[in-house]
């Protein structure tokens, strides 16, 4: 198991005293809850895109990492994107760079 922090030390600790009470969601919770699950999942439209062959090898091994298809890893993305739920990756990420940038620059 990994290494709690102490929010949820507080919370594990109330639930093993049995302090914690389970509710049911309202029937407005619910049917936003389900309008909102229907909404994700809904596929209704294709569409095609032209990508770079690194930064679709790229995408693609992103993709594998989290353990689910690219197209998947790519419809996730804008959907996060659209709703405005995307945030900027930290300084401490590594990027993947196929050089593309620095060769169009070259002269």
């Known amino acids: 198991m990994e290494k709690i922090d102490a929010f949820e030390k507080e919370i594990l600790d109330a639930y093993e005293k049995g302090e914690l009470k389970s509710t049911s969601p309202s029937k407005a919770k619910l049917a936003k809850f389900k309008a909102a699950a229907t909404a994700t999942f809904l ?18 091994a992103r993709a ?9 890893l790519i419809a996730s993305v804008l959907h996060k ?6 945030v900027e990756p ?15 620059r070259a002269p």
């Not at 990508?51 to 679709?56: A, F």
């Not at 594998?64 to 998947?72: H, K, S």
């Not at 590594?94 to 050089?99: D, I, Y």
Request: net charge positive.
């Open 43 to 60: 596929k209704e439209k294709r569409i095609n895109i032209r990508l770079s062959t690194p930064d679709l090898m790229d995408i693609q």
């Open 90 to 104: 930290s300084p401490s990420l590594a990027f993947r760079s196929s050089g593309t940038r620095q060769k169009r």
């Open 64 to 72: 594998l990492e989290e353990g689910m298809p690219y197209q998947t």
């Open 81 to 86: 994107f659209v709703s405005g739920r995307l």
